[in-house]
């Protein structure tokens, strides 16, 4: 049995431990968060008996193995070297770092400790994206080229469930990082250049609320990304991978060809959720002693792309 304790009850917090409730070897023994209300609350609906407030809390209970950090991204590094530094293994929510420094010196620690650290790269383990993955595993579909839209309607400082939080998110370090690693992912290759452009910084969040990311690979392959949190619907982010025998467009729990004929899913997963598949490879991969898919050392390409990225945003600042 692996004893999880849940740091950052909120809205994707909630979603994994309902995940974690499906799987067999899984004890929630801690839920964390900012008030001790909220932890308590979610604790007792899911059966956890240690609640608290702070991190330390739940790295200092001797039946808690691995941890999960749904926290503000300006912790996840910190947070996650902190995990190991206690003997636990740790998932990490997306993004892993905000910056290239800190997801270096996240990887580093893995390796000086050799315990799991995983990311949560969930596009890697949705039954849409795995289903085209077999088909290039098996040499039948090749990805020429790839055109990414992520589009949500976020100009107040909520979460997914509508309620405020207290940290702002960001196109760049957060969202662009499903694409950017699920691109190098599928088509395994070194993305070797890219271009960026971001809109106007919205007064009171302080963000770029739209921006455009253009990608190429070693082997030649392109990605066109467009981000944006001015968009009225509809909302998601959505995947059409162009190909040598075919088009396909995944969507979080579907997958169609370009002309929208539906493709069957059923049997490529034990479940249709993404995030319970991820916890489910977070579990085997520490029951199993082995690396896991969207490990740290597997993902920590895409947030070189992505401080690339930024670097050329701020040299954008001075342009005139």
């Not at 909120?10 to 008030?35: M, P, T, W």
């Not at 690693?181 to 739209?210: C, K, W």
């Amino acid at each position: 049995m692996t004893g999880i304790a849940l740091i950052g009850a909120g809205a994707f917090g909630e979603k994994h431990l309902d995940g974690l409730r499906n799987i067999d070897g899984a004890e929630i023994v801690s839920v964390i968060s900012r008030r001790a209300e909220q932890a308590a609350e979610v604790a007792a609906k899911y059966g956890a008996r240690h609640s608290g407030t702070e991190l330390s809390e739940a790295l200092a209970l001797d039946d808690v193995d691995a941890v999960i950090l749904c926290t503000p991204t300006q912790m996840h590094a910190e947070q996650a070297i902190q995990c190991m530094d206690a003997g636990k293994h740790v998932q990490v929510e997306i993004p892993l770092a905000d910056s290239w420094a800190d997801a270096q010196a996240v990887e580093v620690r893995q390796r000086e400790t050799g315990l799991v650290c995983m990311v949560g790269h969930t596009r890697r383990f949705n039954p849409s994206h795995q289903w085209i993955r077999r088909k290039i595993d098996a040499g039948e579909f090749n990805i020429q080229a790839m055109d990414i839209e992520t589009f949500f309607f976020r100009r107040k400082n909520m979460n997914a469930k509508g309620e405020p939080r207290s940290w702002t998110d960001h196109l760049l370090w957060h969202h662009s990082a499903h694409s950017i690693d699920i691109f190098q992912y599928m088509t395994g290759s070194r993305v070797i250049a890219g271009n960026v452009l971001q809109g106007p910084q919205h007064p009171e969040l302080g963000i770029a609320m739209d921006m455009s990311i253009q990608l190429k690979t070693e082997a030649g392959q392109i990605l066109t990304l467009a981000l944006s949190f001015n968009n009225d619907g509809p909302l998601g982010t959505f995947f059409r991978y162009i190909g040598d025998t075919g088009t396909y467009i995944a969507r979080y729990d579907d997958l169609v060809t370009g002309r929208e004929e539906p493709v069957d899913l059923s049997g490529v997963a034990v479940s249709s959720n993404g995030i319970e598949l991820q916890d489910r490879e977070f579990i085997a991969a520490i029951e199993e002693g082995r690396e896991p898919n969207s490990s740290v050392a597997q993902v920590l390409d895409c947030y070189r792309v992505i401080g690339e990225l930024a670097a050329s945003l701020e040299a954008q600042d001075g342009w005139s």
